[in-house]
C-alpha cells in the first residue's frame, strides 16, 4: 500500500511539475474578508497560525530573556545578600516559558534545522540547569543542616555544663538563659556559607552547581544570538503565507482535494471555515467553552481543596490528643519524681534529726 501510495505521488508530481501544465487554484470558501489577503493575520480552518501582534509580545520576551540571564552571570560577581541571582533565574525560566507560548502564533514558514538544534540547546540547557542546581541546593542544604545541629548540640552541652557549675557554686542564684537563645535562620545561612567557602578549586569546578552555570549559559547563548537577527531583513514582520492541501493522498486531506490535485492539476487552499466544526465540542461558542472548562476546573480544585483541608485537619485532630496524652503523662511522671524526691530528702533530713 505505501508502495501504491509513493507511485501515486509521483505521478502527480510529475504531472504538476510538467512545465506545459498549468497549475490552478481551489479557493474552497473563501472570499474577500479571507486572511488570504491581509498581512495582519492567518486563519484558516478556523485556526489562527500567525497574528502580528504575538510578534511583538515574543521580541519583548525575547529582551526579557536576554537580560534576566545577563542579571543572572553579573550576580554572580555580587554577594547573594538579596537573591538577585535566584530571582533573576525565575524570571528567565518564566520569560523563557512565554516566548515559547506566544511564537505558536508567528508561523509562516517555520523554522530552519539550525534554529531547530540551536533551539534543542535553549530547551536542553534550560531543564539541565534546572534540574542539577536543585539537586545541588538540596545537598548544600542538608549539609548545613546537620552541621546546624552538631553546633546546636555542642551548644546545649556547653550550656548545661555551665549551669551545673552555677548551681554548684550558688545554688540561690538565678541561672542566665540568654545563651540559649538562637537564631536558626542566621545558622543556617553561616553554616551553608561555611560549606561554601570551604570548596577548594576541583570541587567548585566539577560540581552541579557549575555544571548548572555552564548549561544555562549555552541556553541564554542561543537567544541572545537570535534577537539581534529577527529574520526580516530590517522589514516589518508580516503574516506572508497560507496553508494549501498538499497533492497527496493522507489523513486529513479532503477526497475532492486529492481527486483535483490528480485529474485536473488544481491546489486547493485550506478552507476558512471548518467543514466539521458542528462536530467540536466548542461550537456553540469557542470562548464560553474555554471559560466553561476553567471555571469548572477551578470549582473542581476548590472542592478537591476543602475536602483535603478538613481530611488532613481531621487526621491531625485525632492525632493531637494521643500527643497531649503524652506530654500529660510526661508531666506527671516527672512531678511523681520531683514529689519523690522532695519526700526522699525530707525523710532523710528527718533521720538526722532524730540522730541528733
Not at 484558516?44 to 511583538?56: G, T
Not at 553579573?74 to 516566548?99: C, D, E, F, K, Q
Not at 505558536?104 to 534543542?120: D, M, Q, R, T
Request: with cysteine.
Amino acid at each position: 500500500m505505501t508502495s501504491h501510495a509513493n507511485d501515486d505521488s509521483t505521478n502527480i508530481a510529475t504531472l504538476m511539475l510538467d512545465s506545459s501544465a498549468n497549475t490552478t487554484l481551489d479557493w474552497a470558501d473563501h472570499d474577500a474578508e479571507s486572511s488570504m489577503f491581509t498581512s495582519a493575520y492567518t486563519y484558516s480552518n478556523d485556526k489562527y497560525s500567525c497574528m502580528v501582534e504575538f510578534w511583538y509580545a515574543h521580541m519583548v520576551l525575547n529582551y526579557v530573556v536576554f537580560l534576566s540571564g545577563l542579571v543572572c552571570l553579573i550576580s554572580r560577581l555580587i554577594p547573594n545578600r538579596y537573591h538577585i541571582h535566584s530571582w533573576s533565574g525565575r524570571v528567565y525560566i518564566l520569560a523563557m516559558l512565554w516566548t515559547t507560548a506566544v511564537s505558536l502564533l508567528i508561523n509562516n514558514e517555520g523554522l530552519p534545522l539550525a534554529v531547530l538544534v540551536s533551539f534543542a540547546a535553549v530547551m536542553g540547557g534550560l531543564t539541565l540547569g534546572w534540574v542539577v542546581i536543585v539537586i545541588h541546593k538540596q545537598r548544600i542544604t542538608t549539609q548545613a543542616t546537620q552541621l546546624v545541629q552538631t553546633q546546636l548540640m555542642e551548644q546545649q552541652t556547653r550550656i548545661l555544663l555551665k549551669k551545673n557549675e552555677n548551681e554548684k557554686e550558688n545554688e540561690n542564684e538565678k541561672i542566665d538563659d540568654t545563651t540559649t537563645r538562637i537564631d536558626l535562620n542566621t545558622m543556617l545561612n553561616d553554616a551553608t556559607q561555611e560549606i561554601v567557602n570551604s570548596k577548594t578549586f576541583v570541587q567548585r569546578f566539577f560540581s552541579l552547581k557549575s555544571l548548572h552555570g555552564i548549561v544555562f549559559f549555552v541556553s541564554w547563548m542561543q537567544i541572545s544570538g537570535r534577537i539581534f537577527n529577527d529574520g526580516n531583513d530590517g522589514t516589518a514582520f508580516s503574516c506572508r503565507s497560507f496553508p494549501v492541501y498538499k497533492p497527496i493522498e493522507a489523513g486529513h486531506i479532503p477526497d475532492a482535494a486529492f481527486v483535483e490535485a490528480a485529474t485536473s492539476n488544481i491546489v486547493t487552499l485550506l478552507p476558512v471555515h471548518d467543514p466539521h466544526w458542528d462536530a467540536l465540542p466548542w461550537s456553540n461558542g469557542p470562548v464560553s467553552w474555554s471559560l466553561l472548562i476553567i471555571l469548572a476546573s477551578a470549582i473542581v480544585a476548590v472542592v478537591g481543596g476543602i475536602f483535603f483541608s478538613c481530611f488532613f485537619a481531621c487526621r491531625a485532630t485525632k492525632s493531637t490528643p494521643i500527643t497531649r496524652q503524652t506530654n500529660d503523662d510526661n508531666k506527671k511522671d516527672s512531678t511523681k519524681e520531683k514529689e519523690e524526691g522532695s519526700n526522699d530528702d525530707n525523710d532523710n533530713t528527718e533521720e538526722v534529726i532524730d540522730r541528733n
